[in-house]
């Protein structure tokens, strides 16, 4: 995508005032009710490439609302569970107009141009037990990597999903998503799991970790970040998956393959994790395709044109 492009898709979301409720399976009742956008009988859906979500037990029980045998968009809006956990949308831009592609593909852009990137980020309903616990929003906080398209200063980001979008075909591909926040606290338990005594783990926090401390880091590891540590992953895709449908109008989603998006992107030496790119959106209900999304197909790197049209990268890909 172009700069201006992107610019004008920012726009359109008022900044810190567009809240996404995640909860248990919510990505199940966001698909059908975009899958079926009028009446439709439940053995049609049974039948369709959606049928297994009406397994999940928070459909099951919209189900048994549905007397008629006939299911509607507005039923599965009505599906809610607790805990339900409110974040917040944010958007930004990630990498450079006009960049050629080079080997040493920094911004891991599959085509020259900026993403659109779309945030996840949290409210105060986690900084407020939170910051007692490791501290306020800091670009200097240690789960924060600045260097990354986050909120901070003005929020702390649990993920976020680079987005190129071609608004004249309708289509977007979803470039990667990622958590820096998850990943860095695991980490940062693995580590304190492996020192011998309690003196050590304090004495490594004040000179790596500060302002957190030991107390701090096993409540907040115990009471606040199982939910989001679970959830993350399925509420960052179901927010890109709704702010393109619901905001921006598309209707035929890409998102890459382990394989597909690593050549692309030229990840090979150091890979992202494989169950992004396979179990997450199978769960989803993506199908697999070799038909590429048009913006590399009339891509004006030529390499990039060759590689997709080759026949030999494939991609995920759901219609809405």
């Not at 899958?35 to 053995?43: D, R």
């Not at 039948?47 to 549905?66: N, Q, T, V, Y």
């Not at 309690?198 to 490594?204: A, L, S």
């Not at 998956?241 to 598309?250: P, Q, S, T």
Request: aromatic share 10%; charged share 25%.
């Amino acid at each position: 995508m172009k700069s201006e492009e992107v610019q004008e898709i920012v726009s359109c979301l008022p900044r810190g005032k567009t809240v996404f409720h995640y909860f248990r399976d919510r990505y199940a009742a966001l698909l059908l009710a975009r899958a079926f956008k009028e009446k439709a009988q439940l053995g049609q859906v049974k039948r369709s490439r959606f049928g297994r979500l009406l397994s999940k037990p928070i459909i099951a029980d919209l189900l048994g609302r549905c007397g008629d045998g006939r299911v509607t968009p507005d039923l599965f809006n009505t599906a809610w569970a607790q805990p339900a956990e409110p974040y917040l949308l944010g958007l930004t831009s990630w990498g450079i107009d006009g960049k050629r592609l080079t080997r040493a593909n920094y911004h891991q852009t599959s085509r020259p141009g900026v993403n659109l990137v779309l945030q996840l980020n949290f409210s105060s309903h986690h900084e407020r037990p939170s910051s007692g616990w490791i501290g306020k929003a800091d670009p200097t906080h240690p789960f924060v990597l600045k260097d990354h398209p986050v909120a901070c200063p003005d929020r702390n980001t649990l993920a976020w999903a680079r987005l190129d979008i071609d608004l004249a075909s309708g289509e977007a591909l979803i470039e990667e998503i990622q958590s820096d926040w998850v990943r860095e606290v695991h980490n940062l338990i693995r580590t304190l799991r492996c020192l011998p005594s309690d003196q050590v783990r304090r004495r490594f926090l004040t000179n790596c970790y500060a302002p957190i401390g030991l107390k701090g880091i096993r409540e907040y590891a115990a009471h606040v970040l199982p939910f989001h540590a679970r959830h993350w992953a399925e509420a960052m895709l179901s927010a890109a998956i709704w702010f393109l449908h619901d905001e921006i109008g598309v209707r035929r989603i890409y998102y890459h393959t382990f394989d597909g998006g690593n050549r692309l992107k030229g990840l090979s030496d150091c890979p992202p994790p494989r169950s992004l790119y396979t179990d997450l959106p199978r769960r989803f209900c993506f199908d697999r395709t070799t038909e590429p999304p048009r913006l590399l197909d009339q891509c004006t790197d030529s390499r990039v044109r060759s590689a997709v049209r080759s026949g030999e990268i494939e991609f995920h890909r759901i219609n809405l």
